[in-house]
């Protein structure tokens, strides 16, 4: 969350520079399917990097495949919360930041005080969505081996050849994380309403 408002802010930066390199690191991480990168973060990169490699194998399997998946998990999330994030900012009316310039802001004040207080508020309908997203997309994870809860459900089938209660189960408790994921977000929604902007829900 942290990486996609920096991206997604200084995507909006007047730095054409900047806001070039924002704009390919949300095409690149966005566009490029989450199995594929979850692949390349595991089996390509620590060819790159020598002593990363070294201590994916001397450590335990599973924290290597958790810090792999967490990383790649966290650039690809990061990309589309930084679209959602510039979004939000050119939502703000340009009668804002140009009334805080008036006033004397500076354009990181404007940034600070101004503006990402309320495109953050503005962007929590689809940060909801995107973090019951999150949870679903762990599943490619077992891809490299970690032992999540799809794998988990495939290992009990795999013992006792009931498949069908083991993915049951992994259904349902899918299905329990994503609505309280859901009620969480929908209760912090409803404390982020802008008048004028989100009307508040019954």
Same mark, same amino acid.
């Given at each position: 969350r942290v990486l996609g408002n920096i991206v997604g802010t200084l995507r909006t930066s007047q730095n054409k520079f900047l806001s070039t390199i924002c704009e390919v690191w949300i095409e690149t991480f966005r566009n490029i399917p989450l199995i594929v990168q979850i692949f390349v973060?595991?089996?390509?990169v620590p060819e790159f990097i020598p002593w990363y490699k070294d201590w994916m194998n001397t450590v335990d399997p599973v924290y290597s495949q958790f810090l792999t998946a967490f990383i790649c998990m966290g650039f690809f999330t990061s990309s589309r919360i930084a679209e959602q994030v510039r979004a939000g900012i050119a939502s703000i009316p340009r009668g804002l930041p140009n009334a805080a310039k008036a006033l004397g802001f500076t354009t990181v004040e404007t940034y600070v005080y101004v503006i990402l207080p309320m495109a953050m508020r503005l962007i929590v309908p689809p940060l909801t969505s995107e973090a019951m997203n999150l949870v679903k997309n762990t599943a490619v994870a077992m891809t490299i081996g970690l032992p999540e809860l799809?794998? $988990?459900a495939n290992e009990m089938g795999e013992n006792?050849?009931?498949f069908f209660a083991a993915y049951l189960w992994a259904t349902i408790l899918y299905i329990v994380i994503a609505l309280v994921v859901? $009620?969480?977000m929908t209760l912090i929604e409803s404390r982020c309403v802008i008048p004028g902007f989100?009307?508040?829900k019954e």
């Open positions: 973060w595991f089996f390509v799809t794998m $988990r006792t050849f009931q859901n $009620r969480v989100i009307d508040a």
